[in-house]
């Protein structure tokens, strides 16, 4: 029977798919779901900062200066009333409480700021891990790369002096020099969690107007990931966990072969339902079987830029391959 076990941070996970956070893993019907479902564990929908810091508002007042993006004091001012920091850890607790697998809990912020805090409470009601996902986009025009790249490093060392669990972050690739961003940022957290999808942005040409691209992501969208994750596996301490375009079993396989520890999925589940989980299980493990593999261990980050006999010349070497092929794929 082959092995699909697999320590993530030190977790140990049934199999390599992960729920990504989503709607799905944001309430306790939709954390069953996807333990019935068969997923090695679950990232929970994340809360924000801006609800964290709302809620504790008689501790950090919170203004219209204070935000970083001050349209959104209306929003917050929602969210406080609908007690959404109670509501998360009690979703933490039950998750907990009703499943036996890794929890982890996922925080959307952009400051290290007064929020931090709360990453405590995550960890005391029993997140076995903590996802950052530290949504920057390199927008401002006024912003140099260190500047932005501080932020990152500051929420991550905040947050690892206030917790014991394991810290994951989830990051975007619009960065000048992202390998060795990456391997920086890999040195303080226990996994990279690659990449943040940011919103899509489109253009409706009939009410000349900007709207929401899709949420869903396209099968396509692996391939970058599979890049980076190649170009990152075996020569950086954090763990890897792929996000963004695994549709199917050939997808998780990709993302193992490239390097990941894990693969998350969100969009695949939406669209096929929590069913497609067995599906893709048994992609995995009839490959697995074909190919001779016991374990995910024996094939993981095979075919890493680590694991090539010439890491130096890999890319350029494709690049030329490519450039005088006359039929472009
Ligand atoms: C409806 C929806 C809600 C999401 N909400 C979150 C979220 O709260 N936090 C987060 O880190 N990622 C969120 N994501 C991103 C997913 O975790 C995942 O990284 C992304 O969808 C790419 O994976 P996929 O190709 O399997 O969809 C969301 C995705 C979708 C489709």
Same mark, same amino acid.
């Given at each position: 029977?082959?092995?699909?076990?697999?320590?993530?941070?030190?977790?140990?996970?049934?199999?390599?798919?992960?729920?990504?956070?989503?709607? $799905?893993?944001?309430?306790?019907?939709?954390?069953?779901?996807?333990?019935?479902?068969?997923?090695?564990?679950?990232?929970?929908? &994340?809360?924000?900062?801006?609800?964290?810091?709302?809620?504790?508002?008689?501790?950090?007042?919170? /203004?219209?200066?204070?935000?970083?993006?001050?349209?959104?004091?209306?929003?917050?001012?929602?969210?406080?009333?609908?007690?959404?920091?109670?509501?998360?850890?009690?979703?933490?607790?039950?998750?907990?409480?009703?499943?036996?697998?890794?929890?982890?809990?996922?925080?959307?912020?952009?400051?290290?700021?007064?929020?931090?805090?709360?990453?405590?409470?995550?960890?005391?009601?029993?997140? /076995?891990?903590?996802?950052?996902?530290?949504? $920057?986009?390199?927008?401002?025009?006024? #912003?140099?790369?260190?500047?932005?790249?501080?932020?990152?490093? /500051?929420?991550? #060392?905040?947050?690892?002096?206030?917790?014991?669990?394991?810290?994951?972050?989830?990051?975007?690739?619009?960065?000048?020099?992202?390998?060795?961003?990456?391997?920086?940022?890999?040195?303080?957290?226990?996994?990279?969690?690659?990449?943040?999808?940011?919103?899509?942005?489109?253009?409706?040409?009939?009410?000349?107007? $900007?709207? &929401?691209?899709?949420?869903?992501?396209?099968?396509?969208?692996?391939?970058?990931?599979?890049?980076?994750?190649?170009?990152? &596996?075996?020569?950086? &301490?954090?763990?890897?966990?792929?996000?963004?375009?695994?549709?199917?079993?050939?997808?998780?396989?990709?993302?193992?072969?490239?390097?990941?520890?894990?693969?998350?999925?969100?969009?695949?589940?939406?669209?096929?339902?929590?069913?497609?989980?067995?599906? =893709?299980?048994?992609?995995?493990?009839?490959? =697995?079987?074909?190919?001779?593999?016991?374990?995910?261990?024996?094939?993981?980050?095979?075919?890493?830029?680590?694991?090539?006999?010439?890491?130096?010349?890999?890319?350029?070497?494709?690049?030329?391959? $490519?450039?005088?092929?006359?039929?472009?794929?």
């Amino acid at each position: 029977m082959a092995d699909l076990t697999t320590n993530y941070m030190g977790l140990e996970l049934s199999n390599p798919i992960v729920a990504a956070s989503s709607g $799905l893993t944001g309430t306790i019907e939709g954390v069953l779901h996807c333990a019935q479902a068969g997923v090695g564990a679950i990232v929970l929908k &994340s809360i924000f900062e801006e609800q964290i810091i709302s809620e504790v508002e008689g501790l950090y007042p919170v /203004d219209h200066q204070s935000l970083a993006h001050p349209e959104a004091y209306d929003y917050i001012k929602a969210y406080g009333r609908d007690h959404a920091v109670d509501r998360y850890l009690t979703l933490i607790e039950q998750s907990k409480a009703k499943t036996k697998l890794p929890i982890i809990a996922s925080i959307h912020c952009e400051t290290a700021g007064a929020w931090t805090e709360f990453a405590a409470k995550v960890e005391d009601v029993g997140a /076995d891990a903590l996802e950052l996902n530290v949504y $920057l986009p390199p927008t401002q025009l006024v #912003q140099s790369a260190a500047d932005l790249e501080r932020v990152y490093h /500051d929420v991550v #060392q905040v947050v690892k002096k206030t917790v014991k669990i394991p810290v994951s972050l989830k990051v975007g690739w619009h960065f000048t020099a992202l390998a060795g961003f990456l391997s920086t940022l890999g040195q303080k957290v226990d996994a990279l969690v690659i990449f943040n999808r940011f919103q899509r942005m489109d253009i409706d040409i009939d009410k000349v107007a $900007l709207i &929401s691209g899709s949420a869903s992501s396209k099968e396509s969208e692996l391939q970058e990931i599979l890049r980076w994750t190649s170009i990152l &596996s075996g020569r950086i &301490s954090a763990d890897l966990a792929a996000t963004t375009g695994i549709h199917s079993g050939a997808g998780v396989i990709k993302a193992l072969l490239a390097g990941a520890t894990v693969a998350q999925v969100a969009t695949a589940l939406y669209r096929h339902g929590f069913g497609h989980m067995s599906e =893709m299980l048994n992609e995995v493990v009839d490959w =697995m079987e074909a190919h001779g593999y016991n374990s995910v261990d024996e094939f993981r980050g095979i075919l890493s830029r680590a694991k090539t006999n010439t890491p130096d010349a890999y890319e350029r070497v494709q690049f030329m391959k $490519l450039s005088v092929s006359t039929d472009p794929k």
